[in-house]
Structures are given as structure tokens and as C-alpha cells.
Nanobody, 117 residues
Framework: QVQLVESGGGLVQPGGSLTLSCTAS????????MGWYRQAPGKQRELVAT???????NYISSVRDRFTISRDNAKNTVYLQMNSLKPEDTAVYYC???????????WGQGTQVTVSS
């Protein structure tokens, strides 16, 4: 089973930046599709960004040009760099790994991002 450990959340002022990281326990990480999701209080969990094993990226429109998803396969790690943060970005952010073979998926434990003055 793949274990995902997230870090990097915290409290930041509007306009500030944070970088989240998610490290997987298995070296097979390199073939997984990785994604970041978030869930705000009273809201459904939503997809934020994905990156495939080939490096193709997708973002929801509300974060495009502000957030950047990237991966370092040598470190079994996926990142989410978040710039120009807004209060509406406040949520628990979850990392997800999806196997292209078994189609199994795994969730990180979540990390809180709070954007407030």
C-alpha cells in the first residue's frame, strides 16, 4: 500500500505564498498520476491540479496562473506551489496518487492552509 505524507500547510496573509509537498513511500511513484485536492468547511472536496507521469498538468480555472504543480520522481515527491493566495483558497489540501495499472488510489492525511489577514 502506498503511504503519502504531506507537509507545508500553515497560516498566510492574502497575497502570500506557500508550497505543499507530498512524499510517497514507494519508488514506483514515478508512474503514478498525482493530484492535489482541497476541501473547505461546508464544501465538497474539489480537484485543484493534476500531473501525469509524462508531466502533463491540469488546473481548475480559479488557481490557474497562481498555482504550480510539479514532481520530483527521484524524491518520490509532488509539490504544489501556491502564489497570490486568497481567502477563498482556505481549505484542507489532500494529495492523491493513482496507479495506472491497478487504478487504485491513495490519499494523504491532509494539511491545513489558512489565508487570513
Amino acid at each position: 500500500q502506498v503511504q503519502l505524507v504531506e507537509s507545508g500547510g500553515g497560516l498566510v496573509q492574502p497575497g502570500g505564498s506557500l508550497t505543499l509537498s507530498c512524499t510517497a513511500s514507494r519508488s514506483i511513484f514515478s508512474i503514478y498520476t498525482m493530484g492535489w485536492y482541497r476541501q473547505a468547511p461546508g464544501k465538497q472536496r474539489e480537484l485543484v491540479a493534476t500531473i501525469t507521469s509524462a508531466g502533463s498538468k491540469n488546473y481548475i480555472s480559479s488557481v490557474r496562473d497562481r498555482f504550480t504543480i510539479s514532481r520530483d520522481n527521484a524524491k518520490n515527491t509532488v509539490y504544489l506551489q501556491m502564489n497570490s493566495l486568497k481567502p477563498e483558497d482556505t481549505a484542507v489540501y489532500y494529495c492523491r496518487a493513482t496507479s495506472p495499472t491497478s487504478r487504485s488510489f491513495y490519499w494523504g492525511q491532509g494539511t491545513q492552509v489558512t489565508v487570513s489577514s
